[in-house]
């Protein structure tokens, strides 16, 4: 059973419309994180958090923005939707023993950008 | 800067069948952590394994091995016996303690098909 749910796990939607992807998990983990994902499958890390209030920007310059208002919701939205957006969206989470814990992924959100 | 690379873009195999997975490194941290996952069709990765740097003793889960040679930045994955339900993309990853454990860095991922 899934501990962080991703929702939608499909999404088609025309260029130009603000679209939110939502994460939220139920382990009480402090850092979450969003990866996408190329067709080409690397994972690129775009947004991480370290905890409530506090959001970065990772290594892979992204246009989206995110939130972290509550510890169990990450939402990431795209305010203007564009074709380059179109790609694999995985959110994950981590508790709060720094390097050494594995990330928690949910099914990930697919969005196509016509 | 830290980087991780998996060279097999994509293996193919009979079932029962061994096969390895390589993972190649580099960091300059002295203090890190390798991880395996597993990506099957469904999407979703699933955490398969993690080694910290200190810890060079090789691990073997049922028909899974990983093979950690520090000499070499190398962080191999063994199946034996193949199975279709092995079909999946796998990924090595890297995490530094100079980041704070924040940024996992992750490989291109091998893609394994399984035949029967």
């Known amino acids: 059973e899934a501990d962080i749910y991703q929702t939608p796990r499909y999404l088609v939607i025309g260029t130009g419309k603000k679209i939110t992807l939502e994460c939220s998990q139920t382990?009480?983990?402090?850092?979450m994180y969003w990866y996408q994902q190329d067709p080409g499958m690397e994972l690129h890390l775009i947004h991480y958090?370290?905890?409530?209030?506090?959001?970065e920007k990772g290594d892979l310059s992204s246009e989206s923005t995110v939130s972290r208002i509550r510890t169990e919701h990450f939402p990431l939205t795209l305010e203007s939707a564009r074709p380059s957006h179109t790609s694999q969206y995985l959110c994950a989470s981590s508790d709060r023993q720094t390097y050494n814990s594995p990330l928690h992924f949910g099914n990930g959100t697919r969005l196509t950008v016509t | 800067a830290q980087k991780v690379t998996q060279a097999q873009t994509e293996i193919s195999v009979v079932e029962k069948e061994d096969v390895t997975l390589d993972c190649v490194y580099e960091?300059?941290?002295?203090?890190?952590?390798l991880f395996w996952y597993k990506q099957p069709p469904s999407g979703e990765l699933v955490f398969l394994i993690r080694?910290?740097?200190?810890?060079?003793q090789n691990e073997i889960s049922g028909r899974y091995s990983w093979n950690f040679q520090k000499s070499t930045s190398s962080f191999n994955f063994t199946i034996t016996a193949s199975q279709v339900v092995d079909s999946a993309v796998y990924f090595c990853?890297?995490?530094?303690?100079?980041?704070?454990?924040?940024?996992?860095?992750f490989g291109a991922g091998t893609r394994l098909f399984v035949k029967a």
């Open positions: 960091t300059r941290d002295t203090t890190y952590y």
């Open positions: 080694r910290n740097s200190f810890d060079e």
């Open positions: 958090s370290y905890g409530v209030n506090s959001t």
């Open positions: 382990m009480g983990h402090d850092k």
């Open positions: 990853a890297l995490s530094e303690a100079g980041t704070g454990g924040f940024k996992t860095i």
